[in-house]
């Protein structure tokens, strides 16, 4: 199962609104199949599995991070799949909360007389699924919020002032997190001082920058900002309404890169899952720009838990997820 959860990682990002689903078969000891959900959610893994053991499936175990489907998609179920190459048993991490499956997948393997087990690493699927279970179980993408602040809390040494604060291990780490969201996000305000452009550049995977996303409010987009060059929708109103339009869009995460007013706007609306901090050791003084508009942090941690940190070169990453 660790070696499923691992393939699905492999399609952090690319799935939506499908889940990122990885799939392992195993005959007599020895690995026969391995897949993951293709980039636009199809084939899905199993499938995709299933085609590379062949013959080699019939009497296997297969091990998938998410109750095989039960549902007519674009192509038949996977668990018919599974019970039509001949798999005696299936053991997966979680049940799938979309509807049309809910314990389906599992029932139509049970009925064939497939031993079927679920629950196995479910706490480290959840985590790895955590952008489909959100949208599926709140009609909502998961939000992960990053902010890259200074020792004494600073995102910039002055307003209007474009001032990098993290080093490249920590910087590289941030266009990963890209690649693996589907969307990203940041304030009107971090446009007219930073002019980004918010895109994954790790070589190889440039074309899995998310889809943009400016919070407007204050000012307009300025037409020449590479932003608008490149093609970015502006939204608007309350914060709720606007993560539910995303969630019908199919977007399973959205990441919100700042800066200080949208962050603290998100926070205060208790609509952050995953608070991910990244403080280096420069210190930028009392003329910077606060990190949370006048937000403290302290407050600001209280609906979270730390649940991980690491160092990144001279930087520290610490992972706060919201408590339930
Ligand atoms: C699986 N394996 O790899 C994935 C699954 O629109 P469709 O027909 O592709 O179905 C989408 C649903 O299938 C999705 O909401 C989720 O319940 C499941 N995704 N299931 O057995 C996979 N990606
Ligand atoms: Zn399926």
Partial sequence: MDYALRLGRRALGTTAENPNVGCVIVKDGVVAGIGWTMPGGRPHAETVALGMAGGRARGATAYVTLEPCAHHGRTGPCAEALLGAGVTRVVT??????????????????????ACETGLMAEEASRDMAGFLTRIRLQRPQVILKLA?????????????????SGPEANARVHLLRAQCNAILVGMGTVLADDPELTCRLPGLEARSPRPFVLGGAGHLPPASRLARRGVEVVEGPLPGLLADLGRRGLNTLLVEGGARA??????????????????????????????????????????????????????????????
């Fill in 263 to 324: 962050a603290r706007s998100f926070l205060e609306a208790g609509l952050v899952d995953l608070f991910l901090l990244i403080q280096s050791p420069v210190t930028l003084g009392a003329g910077g720009v606060d990190m949370l508009a006048g937000l403290s942090l302290d407050q600001a941690l209280q609906p979270f838990a730390l649940s991980g940190q690491e160092m990144l070169g001279g930087d520290r990453l610490s992972v706060y997820e919201a408590r339930p």
């Fill in 149 to 165: 602040v200074s020792a004494d809390g600073k995102i910039a040494a002055g307003p209007g002032q474009r001032t990098s604060i």
């Fill in 93 to 114: 991490a979680l049940t799938d909360p979309d509807p049309r499956v809910s314990g389906g997948g599992h029932a139509m393997l049970r009925a064939a007389g497939v």
